[in-house]
């Protein structure tokens, strides 16, 4: 078995590029030796600022011999009457290499059994590394010097090696060797003799080759450094990623800044630090303190300069934050309400004043609804978008809702209000957290349902590829808050009263339903199975999200055969319901009377436990029905009243979910 190491060296990469990189030339590779029948043991894809690897281990040596029957022209045609090769049937021996010996006739047709010869893995590689590395996509592509091929960024240099012989590859502009490069500031040609030595050649020239291990690195080395303060850092998936593809050497320097940037909303302060300049805030005893960390890629030990420079960009940016706080904050939160009137929501939707004018109304009706005081509610759907007008939030839009709990703070309102408003942008993704508090539950839901209908009305809703206004997370956000909540809350309604509140009217209220439905049933797939989401939701779901997911719970664990047949019974005899109620005169069969009996004791209840054991206690009478009666009867009379009757039991069949489905 071999091994084969690739590495393209490369001016540096930016960092969105590399983890698309490493997917493409996994998938790329595995394709490839598939496809060439080649086996492996695993590919590994390595990958730095400046450097793309891929490392396959388990390399078979050869690729085997292929019998292949191949197919020529018509007998007749290939030979004539003497059984000799006609001219055709010459050119097609010749061609393959065959005599006529090698030649049978099937279906009337001449064949031939050929083995193709196995290629050696060395000439696979040669023919076709290059024409994968440059299967590569990602944006901002470019040129250089006088080639037409295009590339993230310039080619440098390139390793090919194929155990300890190099197999000469070249790519764009530069042919292969056994040369690599460490570190930048090393400076450090490294000859590569195996690819087994690969990674740790580089990390003695100070590069960590392999991203996973460079992560990690990163977070211990960042929970050490904190540690001298007594301290801990704070780090997003995104932030240490990205940290992560701009570092091949990762070396901690704490930092300091002025005490005084703490004065500003914290998130502020963190949002320079993690999101525009890539620092790991610190925290101690749970508050934000005025140092950081910055992760270098550097293999000196002099950091003053390092420190200082990054001291110098944090403080202009913190500078501007201070500026705009103090600005904004000279009058109260409410008195940008109005400026609203001059920020579109959509077109044809309004301006986000008059988003605001719906969301107090949605919100009050959600609150009285539910029986809860709305006086705060209705403040916080008043305040909850005014943020959106300040120099603060036009700086640093991530941080919209945040802000306005902030300013709402400084301008006095009360806690329940300030935390409604922040929260009520909660989920603000798949993992994250919803709001805690009910301001920020009730105005948060209003606001979500809002705008998915705003997208569905404007005809705007989305595709495979695009999601104006995140509406699916508004729409899981809607879910999820719901659930984590405990709240009773009929979507449907208010998917209706939305609809009704919009400047435009359209009737998309089914639409807009079904695609909540799916959201639900995608977010509930991971730990339910989709056929049972599905059978479940023949009642309503949005009524009553809660209760949706209480019945999903007793069918999961459902193990009835005989209710499973009888129910599907009866629906395969229903192609529609019957128009008509039941009418008892018109029974026949004991039996008859014997089910309308038991079907009017089974009484719908949210208890479904005890009501999956009504449905049950009706076996002995479903089963007797259908062997003593014909459903179809001559009479239509009769044969109608009996398919009213077996209506009647489907509706409570229904009522749990729809068997047909399980």
């Known amino acids: 078995m071999s091994i084969y190491l690739l590495e393209v060296g490369t001016e540096e990469l930016p960092y969105k590029f590399i983890p698309q990189a490493i997917e493409q030339l996994n998938s790329g590779f595995t394709n490839f030796l598939n496809d060439n029948k080649v086996k492996f043991d695993n590919i590994k894809v390595c990958a730095t600022p400046r450097r793309l690897a891929v490392i396959i281990d388990g390399l078979d040596t050869q690729t085997a011999d292929e019998e292949k029957i191949i197919k020529g022209p018509i007998a007749k045609v290939a030979f004539d009457e003497n059984g000799n090769l006609t001219k055709a049937g010459e050119g097609f021996a010749a061609k393959n290499n065959l005599t006529k010996d090698d030649l049978f006739i099937q279906d009337n047709y001449v064949h031939a059994k050929i083995v193709i010869k196995g290629k050696s893995i060395s000439e696979l590689l040669k023919d076709n590394v290059p024409a994968i590395f440059m299967k590569l996509q990602g944006a901002h592509f470019m040129r250089w010097g006088y080639n037409n091929e295009k590339f993230s960024r310039p080619i440098k240099w ?98 300091e800044f002025d005490p005084r940037y703490l004065d500003i909303p914290e998130e502020v302060t963190v949002t320079v630090m993690a999101v525009h300049q890539r620092y790991f805030a610190l925290y101690k005893d749970g508050k934000l303190i005025n140092k950081f960390i910055t992760m270098t890629n550097y293999i000196g030990d002099e950091f003053e300069n ?28 409410t008195d940008y309400v109005e400026n609203l009137k001059g920020v579109t929501f959509q077109k044809g939707m309004g301006t986000m004043f008059d988003k605001t004018q719906r969301l107090i109304k949605l919100s009050k009706a959600i609150a ?224 008859e009377k014997e089910l309308y009996n038991a079907i009017d004791k089974v009484t719908e209840t949210n208890d479904y436990n005890a009501y999956l054991n009504s449905l049950e206690n009706l076996n002995p009478a479903v089963t007797k029905f259908f062997d003593d009666v014909l459903v179809m009867d001559k009479d239509e009379k009769i044969k109608q009243n009996r398919i009213a009757l077996l209506t009647l039991l489907r509706n409570k069949y229904d009522f749990l979910t729809d068997f047909s489905k399980i």
């Open 158 to 255: 390139i390793v090919s090696l194929l155990d300890n012989d190099e197999v000469k590859i070249k790519i764009i502009d530069k042919e292969s060797s056994v040369y690599s490069k460490g570190h930048r500031f090393a400076g450090q040609q490294i000859l590569i003799s195996n690819p087994k030595e690969y990674i740790d050649a580089l990390r003695k020239e100070y590069v960590i080759v392999d991203q996973n291990e460079r992560k990690d690195i990163i977070v211990q080395k960042a929970k050490e450094a904190a540690a001298t303060l007594g301290a801990e850092p704070y780090y997003t998936d995104d932030l240490l990623e990205e940290v992560t593809f701009i570092t091949e050497y990762p070396v901690p320097a704490i930092c």
């Open 306 to 333: 390092i420190k200082a420079g990054n001291v110098r960009v944090i403080k202009a940016r913190l500078d501007d934050a201070v500026f705009f706080f103090n600005e904004d904050t000279k009058k109260p939160l």
């Open 368 to 591: 009285d609804d539910l029986n809860i005081p709305s006086g705060d509610i209705e403040r916080t759907a008043q305040l909850c978008k005014a943020d959106l007008t300040t120099n603060l939030v036009f700086e640093f839009t991530e941080l919209q809702g945040f802000i306005g709990a902030d300013y709402a703070r400084v301008s006095g309102e009360n806690d329940k209000v300030v935390q409604g408003i922040k929260e009520h942008y909660f989920p603000l993704n798949a993992e994250s957290e919803t709001a805690e508090g009910i301001e920020g539950q009730i105005v948060g839901i209003a606001d979500k349902i809002d705008t998915v209908c705003a997208v569905f009305v404007g005809g705007k809703k989305p595709t495979g590829s695009s999601d104006p206004l995140g509406v699916r997370r508004a729409a899981l956000g809607v879910i999820r808050t719901i659930l984590d909540a405990g709240l009773k809350i009929d979507i449907d309604k208010y998917i209706e009263e939305a609809l009704k509140l919009l400047p435009i009217q359209k009737d998309c209220a089914d639409e807009i339903r079904e695609f909540f439905i799916q959201r639900m049933i995608i977010l509930l797939s991971e730990k339910y199975e989709k056929n049972i989401l599905e059978a479940c939701a023949v009642k309503n779901p949005l009524k009553d999200v809660a209760d949706y997911v209480k019945r999903v719970e007793i069918v999961k664990n459902l193990n009835a055969p005989q209710l499973l047949e009888n129910a599907n019974r009866v629906i395969r005899i229903l192609k529609e319901p019957a128009a008509n109620g039941v009418n008892p005169v018109l029974f026949v069969e004991n039996a």
